[in-house]
């Protein structure tokens, strides 16, 4: 039995490098229930994470009462972490769930039956669509819901209204992932593999903090750095989390950049590859374009300039990039610490340069991991509820148009793709400037997950947009909503997802939705509906009616492109394990890694974009890409490093920068109704390094204030593992508490962060703004925060965060995998 609060990663299964990952079953039952109490066992997959842990949901009487991971499956071979062990299951029987719709009558949010809801949505909709057309309606969705949600989502928006204005939150959590991927090697879609893990000599995570994020995945590395022959770890970030001390056990390096100078770091990296000749030249002229401006791109990053700007030492910065230059095999994560921080497409490329001109890529341990966050933000990105086209089709390209014209029978017209999809940055724009009259939200809560909350909190409480949410909780956002429609959750509704190397899972309904919740397929399908929308031929323009026509409708979509479904179905996906795309009849058994032939979808007829500028997001045409002729090579791209937006001052002179905690998911509606999960963090907090701590006059627990110019917190202060200068806050605490208490805005870390996003991803930077922090009074212990990872206090002399309900732990015998290099069939 294991108290999975106090042991995050459970017990070690160490295995000999090139050996398959051992399985272990690990399982938790609420409230003491045993194996024997269950009446039956529901496949699924994870929604706690992008991981995408296969398991199976525990039923009881109607209830979902616990979970068990798949030990057949090829993400997770049995395990599970805290969240997904804690967090499951018990928000579902929440007694504050949304049972039935609300409208809001007289400025008061009132039930109401789903006819009226609906019809209230409808009269605007339709009074909008006349008065104004398609511009008028703005969609706002998730990296939460299912691939047959997002892809009716899609179909509605682009072919039923025909608007440019639909984006997921996916813009604030992968966009960059997406973004590099297209510019690197011409479409999106995950190189790498998890078990490049079993087979590398060297794991770079670059602003990963994965021990807390993905810790499935972390326990895959811990296998191997706790055995024989482990991997040396890189870590870049500017905390010491558990990555970094797994660095400096490993005899790795961590390097700990001033907060917005990745690119300088990454500059230097690239630059040492060239100067000590790591460049492997043949393979970089067959399949490569550009090495000689990247050379000159990064000639300016020497190691000292390198440390200068970035306060890491210079030589650190060799031994890491000796490390990379010198090891047979490296994979490499990226996430958050670069995507939300200054220049993220260009720092995340500048990982794929590291790769491509190592020739580290296709095979078994070298591989890049552009990490994705949410669970389901890869089907968003395939199914385009989030403005690309589906199918990673080019919006930019009119035989990509046709094709979805052809397949949806509309005129390519109605699509939109007469300029650049909307994002959710400039939606919100529209939402304030009131040319968006309707904007539907659904699965995100952006009163606190979007940046410069005071001004998504004026945008959304306006009188000059209708807005929709549709969610499990009167969330911040439902609370300023027009109408309310309840949905049904995980495990409440059928549908599949894709995890971060591509792996699609069927997650089936376990147990009904609590009153009159939907899914949020039958919502969208209902909206279809009562809208009346129609193909050129006047039929309905949606003809699916269940979760899996949905998905045989989407594999159609998929056909010829890179995201190739073809050879999926719900039959396929009841097997023991997720299958990961392309699936067809080349791969039946799914592909575990790409671009193992060197052979890249850049071919201009062929590729999701023809780039961009990545130092001013300047838009390369159709002309000059099928000029470079890049016919399968893929690009070699660099830009020069410049300041951030908001350098620090004499007035804000410590840089803020925001991120998570293991034990709460977001903005804590499923998590921080888990007793385990809430009781470990249960409320704000901020870290500060020792140092600067100290010349604050700061002590551990102590009420601080924490202001940018655009807002303020005061919560208690955490004597941390933050660098100095930098101060650290987690996102997850919004105005509103769990018990329907209201918290206030003063510890929402998002009061402080700003409006301003990459030039060529347009995700916002959650992670550079200057602030001031001052002591306001005296704590009264220490503060709120976990004492494990990465928030724990600098002395370590706090007891250690416990208290979760005994899990159980159980290796098995280890299954073949389908596909894995060490051990598939
Ligand atoms: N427990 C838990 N797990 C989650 C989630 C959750 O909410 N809770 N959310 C999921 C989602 S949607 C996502 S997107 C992922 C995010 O997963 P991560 O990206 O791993 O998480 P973050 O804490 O946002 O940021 C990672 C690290 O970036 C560092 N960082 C901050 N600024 C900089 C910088 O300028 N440069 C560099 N190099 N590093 C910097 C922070 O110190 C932090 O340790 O996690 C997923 N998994
Ligand atoms: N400062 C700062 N801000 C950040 C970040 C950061 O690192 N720092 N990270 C950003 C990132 S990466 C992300 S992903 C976002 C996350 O931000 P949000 O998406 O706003 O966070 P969640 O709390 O996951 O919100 C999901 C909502 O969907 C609801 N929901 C869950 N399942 C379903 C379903 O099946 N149907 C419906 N209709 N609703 C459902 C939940 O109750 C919840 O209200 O935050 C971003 N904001
Ligand atoms: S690693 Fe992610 S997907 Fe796996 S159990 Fe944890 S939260 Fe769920
Ligand atoms: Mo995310």
New binding site residues.
Partial sequence: MVDRIADIWGPRTPHPRGTVWPARVDQHLEDGLTDADVDRWVPSAC?LCSNGCGCDIAVKDGRMVGVRGRATDVVNHGRLGPKGLYGSTVWARSPDRLTRPLVRENGRLVETDWDTAMGRIVEVSRRLLAEKGPLSHGFYT?????TEEYYTLAVIGKAGIGTPHMDG??R???ATAAAAFKESFGADGQPGSYTDIEHCDAIFLYGHNMAETQTVLWARILDRTRADDPPAIVCVDPRRTPVAAEAARTGGVHLAPRVGTNLALMNGLVREQFVNGWVEEEWVRRHTLGVDDLRAAVEPYPPEEVARICGVDAGDLRRAARIFGTSGSVLSTVL?GF??SHQATAAAVAVHNLHLLRGQLGRPGAGVLQMN??PT?QNNRECGADGDLPGFRNWDNEAHVRELAALWNVDPLVIPHWAPPTHAMQIMSYVEEGSIGLLWI?????A????ESARIRRILAGEQCFTVV????L?E??RLADVV?P????GE?TGTFTNVNRTVHLSQQAVDPPGEAR??LDIFLAYAAAMDFRDADGRPLIRWRTPEEAFDAWREATRGRPVDYTGLSYARLRGPTGIPWPVNEDAPEGTDRLYADAEFPTATDYCETYGHDLLTGAAVTEQEHRALRPDGRAFLKGAAWTPPHEETSDEYPLLFT???TVYQ??????TGRSRALHEAAPDAWVELSPADAAGLGIAEGDVVRVESPRGAVEVRARIGQVMPGAVF?P?HYGSWDLDGAAAGERRQ??EL?MTVWDPVSKQPY??TAACRVTKVRDGDGPAPAPTTAASAPATGRLPGTAGGAPTTSRVVPTPDYPNDPAGGR
């Avoid at 659904?442 to 952006?446: D, I, L, M, V, W």
């Fill in positions: 929604l998730s990296g939460q819901l299912f939150n996916t604030l959590c992968t958050q995507y939300q966050g949410q933000a659904s699965a995100t809560n952006p606190v997950s979007m940046p549709q969610d499990l909780f969330t956002t439902a429609l949905a049904a959750g995980w509704k899914s949020d925001t991120g998570r998911f977001h903005t804590r509606t499923k806050a996102f870390a998002n962060t959650f992670k």
